[in-house]
């Protein structure tokens, strides 16, 4: 069994195999000079977490407040060089993923993977650390990208992905360098290959009265993704999911293939 439920923003729960994992987390109706769109997510997406995959440290993917909802006790999962800084804010739990290194979750075996993104903390005199993108393997194949741009390794990241959860905008009214757009991220389908992709990191944060003039950018990027690769990767099916919204992933069959669709 695989059930995906997109939270919002870049926060899903992967449910495989009995094993659950929750990434990163943000739950909150504010952060910072953003709102929050489309309704508080269900409380039940916070509990029994078996581990939180942290994919950097920006406010926005490792929200402490957050964090501590799933439990200061849960094994978190994060980049080199994160386990100081989240010891030092009362989390017992953390094992560092260098690219490449794994570890076994329940009957899941989760390795990180590369990710083109900067993952300083703000302010800039804060942590500094790289960001990581997670593929988890268990019946069921999925490759979580956190934030990251297009980088060549993506297509050797896994030859049996059943899913991608890739991001194609932000929180803002553009998005630069660093992180994938609609058309990057159906460029990043094309080389990873999913039977299925998820958009996400969309439709979930916004700035504060903006929304009335850009509120097109909390509805269209994923569709966008999903026209975009109907040309650039045409054998992988789209599933666009509104934030709360679950998907149950099927077994593969045999020579199926899935036109994008939206």
Do not use: N, Q
Not at 164 to 170: E, N, R
């Amino acid at each position: 069994m695989c059930r995906v439920t997109y939270v919002g923003h870049a926060t899903v729960r992967v449910d495989i195999d009995g094993t659950s994992l929750v990434t990163d987390p943000l739950f909150r109706r504010r952060l910072l000079h953003l709102r929050r769109h489309g309704g508080s997510p269900d409380p039940a997406h916070r509990r029994g977490a078996d581990a939180i995959l942290v994919s950097h440290l920006h406010l926005d993917h490792a929200d402490l407040r957050s964090l501590r909802e799933l439990g200061e006790t849960t094994p978190i999962l994060a980049p080199p060089g994160a386990a100081k800084f989240l010891a030092g804010k009362g989390f017992r739990d953390v094992t560092e993923l260098a690219p490449g290194e794994s570890t076994r979750v329940g009957s899941l075996d989760v390795t990180a993977t590369d990710a083109v993104h900067c993952g300083t903390r703000w302010p800039k005199f804060g942590h500094e650390g790289p960001a990581v993108g997670y593929l988890i393997d268990g019946t069921r194949h999925v490759y979580f990208a956190g934030d990251t741009d297009l980088f060549d390794g993506m297509g050797e990241i896994s030859d049996r992905l059943d899913l991608a959860l890739l991001p194609v905008w932000g929180w803002g009214t553009s998005v630069g360098e660093g992180h994938l757009d609609p058309e990057r991220a159906a460029r990043a389908a094309a080389l990873l290959r999913p039977r299925v992709a998820v958009p996400i990191h969309w439709g979930t944060f916004f700035p504060y009265g903006m929304a009335r003039r850009h509120g097109h950018l909390l509805r269209d990027p994923p569709h966008e993704f999903a026209r975009e690769t109907a040309t650039a990767a045409p054998g992988v099916e789209v599933r666009v999911l509104a934030p709360g919204d679950e998907l149950d992933l099927a077994a593969p069959e045999a020579g199926s293939a899935h036109p994008a669709s939206a």
